[in-house]
């Protein structure tokens, strides 16, 4: 007798993540426990009419005498590659166990286009089933449905997202050039233009919003922003600190590069490099020093280890200013190559002193 396989199919994987079902699962008994978790958390989606079908379908095989077992199978919750992978996976192993002639296919319609290729490929399928919903002929239950399927984050992405972008996208085409003749001519006449392409940018906008979550990521980064940047209160200050400076030194050193005649625009960039290479090196000196500052608020301790490597940032600078005064003597003359070999071998000496106090001080603490 063939053995036939009523196979449900859960491409977005609501079993897993909303009924904390462990798929593959199958069976009647295991697939009815599976749609009352789905049914106890999400009542009204959609996967657990499909399951239900299936599992009536095979109980209505199973009274006509057909050898017919059921299966439900899981995708995963970010739709598109990674959850075929999921529902391959899940149906080889199904596949394996109950060794079926043929299977039934029972869906609920929405994913149906993508899941039959991957089934097809591997079983002999006999029947596809779509499984839709009743509702109310009414427009408050269409707009109840929709509302329904727009709630779920990746339908929003899936439906939404594509057409904020194409909306926002074509209201750009009209907004800038409206803007750049607005700019250019001051004419107040094309405010009224401006107003009218900022309706479709706002709606684009909002959409694309609404479709990526962005006032649950917003409540995430202040969450995040509260709790871990203003609590180190101290290191966000050095931080703010050093990277002032950074920026700072980085304007001057640009400006007195431009006042000064060179040979070459790689000789410039060479001395650019030389002359932010030390208030680099300070500026992350300052951050190390803001990170010892915190760790010694917190724990009242200071860790050796952020002390070597003030030393290590020292001695790479060092060695990076001779190096390049060395390249600077070579290519353009006139530069004493003396003080590049002393900066390397002063580096060099640094380092090794460094990276000596630093073993020995791994070795105490793990002694210790």
Known sequence: MKRTLVLAVDRDDDYGVKGKVSTPVVGIENCISAANSLGIADPEDSDL?????????????????????????????????????????????????????????????????????????????????????????????SLYVLTKMLSERNKRKRFIAPIGALIFIASLFFLIPDLVIF????????????????????????????????SERWQKFTHYFKERILARSTMMLMTTLAVGIFIISCIVCYYEMKDTYYDSW????????????????????????????????????????NIFDCFSVASFGVMLSGLIDLALFYIGPGEDPMIGILEIVLGIIISMVSSYFKGQYRKNAIAG
């Open 183 to 214: 700019l250019t001519n001051g004419d107040l006449s094309e405010l009224t233009s401006i107003s009218r392409d900022l309706i479709p940018f706002i709606v684009g906008l909002a959409l694309l919003l609404y479709a990526y979550d962005f």
């Open 266 to 305: 790689f000789i410039a960039l060479l001395s650019y490099i030389n002359m932010i290479v030390w208030p680099s090196m300070i500026c992350i000196t300052i951050y190390i020093s803001g990170t010892i500052l915190y760790e010694y608020q917190e724990a009242m301790a200071i860790r050796l280890s």
């Open 49 to 141: 009419n499909a399951l239900y079908a299936a599992i009536s379908t095979c109980m209505d095989l199973q009274e006509q005498g057909v050898d017919a077992t059921i299966a439900l199978i899981c995708g995963d919750e970010k739709v598109g590659h990674k959850s075929d992978l999921a529902i391959v996976s899940e149906l080889e192993a199904v596949l394996d166990e109950v060794k079926p002639d043929n299977v039934v296919l029972i869906g609920d319609g929405a994913e149906d286009e993508y899941i039959y290729p991957i089934i097809s490929s591997r079983a002999h399928v006999d029947s596809v089933k779509k499984v839709f919903v009743k509702q109310a002929p009414n427009i408050e239950g």
